[in-house]
């Protein structure tokens, strides 16, 4: 079984920066993917970013050219994910929250980021 921790939301102003890190707890070897979703209140959970345990990396089209995804690192004995996410708009607000697929897919509970205009 797989556990995903998300760290590193909070409140920044339009134009900063963040980096949101998913730590992975858990067996990786069965892990083909991870992804970065958010959600607004109300709204549907949509997808922000990916990569694959190959190393390809996918983006939303709002995302792209701002957001980076890290391929899956060990780091202080860590296996993590991470997001760093530039030149922060008021629509990127929302709850971050990370999943990896396997052969079995497993949430965390997510991370709020807030972005003040």
């Known amino acids: 079984q797989v556990q995903l921790v998300e760290s590193g939301g909070g409140l920044v102003q339009a134009g900063g920066s963040l980096r949101l890190s998913c730590e992975v707890i858990?067996?990786?070897?069965?892990?083909?993917?991870i992804d970065w979703y958010r959600q607004v209140p109300g709204g549907e959970r949509e997808l922000v970013a990916g990569?694959?345990?190959?190393?390809?990396?996918?983006?939303?089209d709002s995302v792209k050219g701002r957001f980076t995804i890290s391929k899956l690192n060990r780091i202080n004995d860590k296996n993590t994910v991470s997001l760093q996410m530039d030149s922060l708009e008021s629509e990127d607000t929302g709850v971050y929250s990370c999943?990896?697929?396997?052969?079995?897919?497993?949430w965390g509970q997510g991370t709020q980021v807030t972005v003040s205009s």
């Open positions: 990569v694959t345990s190959g190393g390809t990396t996918k983006y939303a």
């Open positions: 858990g067996s990786i070897f069965n892990i083909n993917a």
């Open positions: 999943i990896s697929w396997g052969p079995g897919d497993y």
